[in-house]
């Protein structure tokens, strides 16, 4: 008699904890000039661990670490790696990622499809950038054909370039919106701190510098909480003369990492822990590299396709802010104002710093935390846009929400 | 030198500095402030972090900040940890050594308590956080705090002052008793010293010396966060009370005991750690830190403490070797055959195989012997693999790498071939001169002989430069030393290959030349003969046995021949007498013991404490007694046995048998076990003037192993 292989069925995925380093300055007088870049992803993925002593450690099935740059401190297949640094079993395997900023949100997406088709069932997701020892496209050698063939403009590859091509693009998203909707989040952030919103979520990392000893960072080192309008709106635009783009509405050089854990659907409870998030579906989308700031718009509008959603159905954005001009075409395109209150509650990355491939879960890791503050909200998405021209968004369920879909089956379709 | 700074008097010094770097930490849930103070020397993790008088005036300033802080109500705990891979290795050794007279003796001292009083007196609590290696001096900093964590990863903690002629002075004989109770202090400052042994850091959690132990991956992270719980009043770490006055006495009266039948008195260092331990329970501060003072006052000012700085330098010197032909000449190692399958050659095999990770070869005769040699590596590494000492893995690779036969032809391939066969000289000859026929000639051949001389072993091969001696002592994997023997006609490349190969096994390697018994051999055999030649005229077995406890040395002369074994001795005795004279005299009463395999020593009174001589062995040799006119004393036969080595010292110096006194000093710490306090040997003889007197010079300037003048 023919023996049949285990056939499983699709399953869900909730995302149980993040946690993340506090966001340093990428210069020589940074938090993390003299810190390692694993040594942050290892410090993020202890303090995960530490949260939720229920899950049993030998149960992991997976460690996915993004990094854009992954030579140096954040080569040598970053997962795997980390996973040894950070004292997991030997048994517990590892892989590295990169899809720039998305970098986090794809280590997320990924090891979620290895529990979604139901060949692993816990997963440490995350990504780490140290910009301070690795700047941005350093070392990289861009194939001449890029633009020898015209596949790209030449200013593609710069992202302040492609944030200004949107401000040609969108002349009504003036300079004036962008300074503005900068300066929102610089007090949204200062408020959620004061809140008390943004300290839980970070793991304390000591820092040493041969010249003041060890130290310990425990909060974020960019925000400005003073900025105004009437304070960067004279700022320098480096990347054009009379340009739009400036450090007061652009996310600052950061360094810094972020990791989250996610559990199958039908495994949490039996692990004793807290189902945050449902995954409700992903996407990702390109789009023309000299414009990589709408990316977001179309891979949102595939996610909720995906899901059988519509904008309207969405109760929280948390959407990176890599530039405020590409925060704008989203809001704009999706008939938001711009200061639309279900949109970075708690501020963005203007604020707190954007490391590359880190970011993804910073989102998700907030997410969840205004999913227990919003029951009234069910749905929300994770948003950012990616360079070279590609935008990704995952689309959550807000387990506090009465009509909660739950998470130990699949639904069929009505 | 780069390293060199300005001291706050003005006065250029040798010291590193290290710094006391102040940050502060702002502790979770609102807790507070803590001031985290760093200490760095700046250099990397080959310079540890140590302190001198700089580097104390320093921490002191730093200190005293704090605490001001602290009184004012700006902070609410401080800390102190290092550098990475090291909290503090303890005292800076060249400036305890500088120190030119008691005066300055007692501020070096001073200023240790000034420095670390400030945070056993500090109106908030206290935190070490050991990083990473904390000895001596950088342990009693951590004990000078209200609490300790420590890295599960550090590698040494301990207080090993009565090891280098000196007491922990800076609150450690006054502060670990009181911490961690006279028993384990004892431990820590006496008896695991004297076995060159610190503690691991689950240990130091263990006997109370840390409260808690967390990963290395952040380490830092959690000791600040379990200080803050400390601060927060959510964790009290529970310290046992004192023991009672009378237990507390039975047991500094039991540690004096087992004290004097080990040292003798040879050594004031640890008698006055003991004295200070003694009276640690109730003294008050002032009076306790007063007493360390005096204490490290005068071991400062001792010849014992300066003789066991020379030792301590001398052997770290001797990592690289003196006189060594330049590394690159050394030939590639890639297989290594061993030629006799004995006790010796056995232990050789798993070596060579173990730490220089080639295949070796062993061959014998026939293959009983080869089967006996490799069932000695197979069970040796079976009971290291079971003792946790060796993976399961590297086992295997080590008992798969040793290879026997008993065809010489099998070695042929060999890039070295290290003979240990039987102390022979025509069989050694023969040994090579087989070898020669089948090897490339390129191929090293080294010699294990202890007293042969290797020139005459290689003097009828084609190509004699390629032997050399490799003269290991037994056991071969816990004996630091090697001699290399550079014979008459030894290339530079084959005397590199030996040094290369001597580092790999992670040996001291000495540079010897091709004389009878080298150094080690050559004064331990001297002594022994000396010893015998004593009781042959008359003197009773056991003054002879008592007579050399001053020098301090690990063992009694019987005890010695027991280890070495009587007939080893006597076999080495004889050949040397027939290569240097008659002061390495022919002993009938030894040959007898020799020959009826008569017990030399009584069975050890307990572990660890040397054996005395059978007295039965009197017997022995009055029943053989030719002329008994001069019997001696104590200090008579001490005084014949100094002046003997005196002047085989000065003889051997005058042969070029090593490059100068440290390397004989060198080869006695490391070849014999010779103690620190003494340098070896060599300062030794010059303070007690043997030297002067008997060879009209002294062996070293007076200040280099000695207070001086």
Known sequence: MAISAHRP?????????????????????????????????????RELLRRRPELPVERVDEVALAATTQTGDQGLTLGRSVAVLAGLPRSVPGFAVDRMCAGAMTAVTTTASAIGVGQQDVALAGGVEHMGHHPMGFDSDPNPRFVSEKLVEPTALVMGSTAENLHDRFPHLTKERADAYAVASQQKYAAALAAGQITPDLAPVAVRSPELGWGLATRDELARPGTTVESIADLKTPFRPAGRITAGNASPLTDGAAVCLLVAGDVVADLGLPARMRMVSFSYMGVAPEVMGIGPIPSTERALANAGLTIDDIGLVEINEAFAVQVLSFLDHFGMADDDPRVNRYGGAIAVGHPLASSGVRLMTQLARQFAEHPDVRYGITTMCVGLGMGGTVVWENPHHADYSGHTTAPTEN | MADTTTAAGGATTGERVTRSLVRDVE?????????????????????????????????????????????????????????????????????????????????????????????????????????????????????SCTYRTIAADVPAVGLPETSLGLVPGWGGSTLLPRLVGIDRALEMIISRPAANKPYKAQEAVEIGVADAIFDAADFLEQSIAWA????????????????????????VDAARQRLDAVVHGARPAPYRALDLLEKARDRDPDEALAAEEDALTDLIMSDEMRASV?????????????????ADLARPVTSVGVVGAGL????????????????????????????????????TVERLVRSGRMSEDAGAKVVGAVRGTT????????????EAVTEVMAVKKAVFAELEDIVSPETVLATNTSALSVSTMAADLRHPERVVGLHFFNPVAQMPLVEVVQADRTSPEALATAFAVAKRLRKTAVLVADRPGFVVNRLLVLLM????????????????????????????????????????????LTSLREDLGERFPRSPGLEKIVADGTPVVLPAPAKGIPADVDPALQDVFDSVAGD?????????????VLTSLTREVGLMLDEGVVAGPQQIDLCMILGAGWPFSSGGITPYLDRTGCSERVLGRRLNARGVADVGS
């Not at chain 2, 173990?354 to 070796?360: A, I, N, S, T, W």
Request: charged share 20%; hydrophobic share 50%; proline share 6%.
């Open chain 2, 228 to 251: 803050a719980a400390v601060v927060r009043g959510e964790i009290v770490v529970d310290r046992p009370g004192p023991a009672s006055a009378e237990q507390w006495q039975a047991s």
């Open chain 2, 529 to 572: 003969g000396e010893i015998v030649g004593a009781v042959e005229r008359g003197t009773p077995v056991e003054v002879a046995d008592r007579a050399l406890r001053p020098l301090g040395l690990p063992m009694g002369p019987f005890a010695l021949f027991d280890l070495v074994g009587p007939a080893v001795g006597l076999h080495v």
């Open chain 2, 344 to 379: 010796m050659a056995s232990q050789l095999a798993l070596l060579l195989a173990q730490r220089l990770g080639v295949p070796v070869i062993m061959r014998d005769l026939d293959t009983e012997r080869v089967e006996g040699g490799l069932s000695a590596v197979r069970s």
């Open chain 2, 628 to 640: 008994r006119g001069a019997p001696l004393d104590e200090a008579g036969v001490l005084d014949q």
């Open chain 2, 27 to 143: 502790l979770p849930s609102g807790a507070g402030t803590l001031a985290l103070i760093t200490l760095d020397n700046g250099l990397d993790h080959t310079k540890p972090s140590t302190l001198g008088p700089a580097g104390l005036a320093g921490l002191q300033e730093a200190v005293s900040r704090v605490a001001e802080r602290a009184a004012a109500g700006e902070i609410v705990a401080a800390a102190v940890t290092g550098k990475p891979y090291f909290f503090v290795a303890g005292a800076d050794l060249t400036s305890v050594g500088a120190v030119a007279d008691a005066e300055g003796a007692r501020a070096l001292a001073a200023a240790g308590h000034a420095a670390y009083r400030g945070l056993t007196e500090m109106s908030v609590p206290t935190f070490a956080f050991v990083n990473g290696l904390a000895l001596g001096g950088g342990l009693e900093l951590a004990l």
């Open chain 2, 310 to 326: 020379y030792a301590f330098q001398t052997v770290n010197k001797g990592k690289r070797p003196t006189g060594a032909p330049d």
């Open chain 1, 9 to 45: 069925a699709v399953r869900d995925v909730v995302f149980v904890e993040g946690v993340r380093t506090p966001f340093g300055k990428a210069r020589p007088d940074g938090l993390y000039a003299d810190t390692r870049a694993d040594d942050l992803a290892v410090k993020a993925v």
């Open chain 2, 407 to 418: 065809a010489i032809e099998d070695l042929a391939s060999c890039d070295l071939v290290i």
